[in-house]
């Protein structure tokens, strides 16, 4: 299944469609958080979606995990580790979003908490769109671009989301991705943003 994430007789239709704070008018900003295992294709579909997005003229910003963890010299990743990281991307993504850019967010946040920080953190014109990057563990690992899944088989990594450590997946996400090349859910993730504009 990808698309709309979802309810109803469209199994591609969300419970929260174009997800903003209550009582908003006007839209300030978006943040676009892709989510999911690592290697699932959260990289390659932002950076499709940013592609996409600067073609027809709306001014977006990608945060790519890995590039800001390289950036920061943020390696450790151990909770308190990995929540500070968290916390501070979620805090960049919102300075950015309120000054009115569309923030594409790709980084696994693999507690729920860590995402639903950073909904909380928009303003209240803000527009939040959880896209989940659904690719199963299986094929994450077949494909390991970094080998971190061979070192956890290894033991050399111990805190590995979906392996050493748990990934919550989101509950009601507003897009669901098959993979990284999921043209259906880029198309998703636009009509998301423009749903929350109107809204």
């Not at 978006?30 to 950076?47: M, Y």
């Not at 979003?97 to 953190?121: I, K, S, W």
């Amino acid at each position: 299944m990808h698309g709309l994430g979802g309810h109803g007789t469209n199994p591609a239709v969300s419970g929260r469609p174009g997800a903003r704070r209550a009582g908003a008018i006007a839209v300030s900003g978006a943040i676009v958080w892709f989510t999911g295992l690592p290697a699932s294709g959260k990289s390659t579909l932002a950076r499709r979606v940013h592609a996409h997005f600067v073609a027809t003229g709306r001014t977006a910003v990608l945060l790519d995990g890995d590039e800001l963890r390289n950036v920061l010299d943020a390696h450790a990743y151990e909770r308190t580790d990995r929540d500070r990281f968290y916390r501070s991307l979620a805090a960049l993504a919102a300075l950015l979003a309120n000054q009115g850019f569309v923030v594409l967010v790709a980084a696994t946040a693999p507690r729920r908490q860590d995402r639903d920080r950073a909904r909380a953190q928009m303003v209240a014109d803000g527009v939040f769109i959880e896209v989940w990057v659904k690719t199963p563990l299986s094929e994450c690992a077949a494909r390991d671009p970094k080998g971190l899944y061979a070192q956890a088989g290894r033991g050399e990594v111990t805190e590995l989301p979906g392996v050493g450590v748990a990934y919550e997946p989101p509950l009601v996400p507003e897009v669901i991705a098959a993979g990284g090349l999921d043209d259906t859910a880029v198309a998703a993730i636009e009509c998301q943003l423009d749903l929350g504009r109107a809204a």
